[in-house]
Nanobody, 124 residues
């Protein structure tokens, strides 16, 4: 299973970006896909996860109200729409797939497959 992330870039504070992550196949990749981010010198941080079936979503507090995770099952693709971006959102964003349960979504260790990461830089 391969995950391909894209959509990062440089944006001014208050701007928006949409990240995409496409899985090479979905059957064995997991029942949910999520986004994490890692800023320089910091630990990898959970952002949001969505279940392929039913579309249940789960967000980190830092993402609620500004970020929206969505999916297109036909394209095996998950999106992260990021609005009202702040300089603190600057990080490498990774997508990942999991067979975990909702209570474990914040834990990076339950995600089996990871994308290569896409850089998001928010200037002040």
């Amino acid at each position: 299973v391969q995950l391909q992330a894209s959509g990062g870039g440089l944006v001014q504070a208050g701007g928006s970006l949409r990240l995409s992550c496409t899985a090479s196949e979905r059957t064995f990749s997991g029942n949910a896909m999520g986004w994490f981010r890692q800023a320089p010198g910091k630990e990898r941080e959970f952002v949001a996860t969505i279940k392929w079936s039913g579309g249940f979503t789960y967000y980190a507090d830092s993402a609620k109200g500004r970020f929206t995770i969505s999916k297109d099952n036909a394209k095996n693709t998950v999106y992260l729409q990021m609005n009202s971006l702040k300089p603190d959102d600057t990080a490498v964003y990774y997508c990942a797939s999991t067979w975990g349960v909702m209570s474990s979504y914040r834990d990076a260790n339950v995600y089996r497959y990871w994308g290569q990461g896409t850089q998001v830089t928010v200037s002040s």
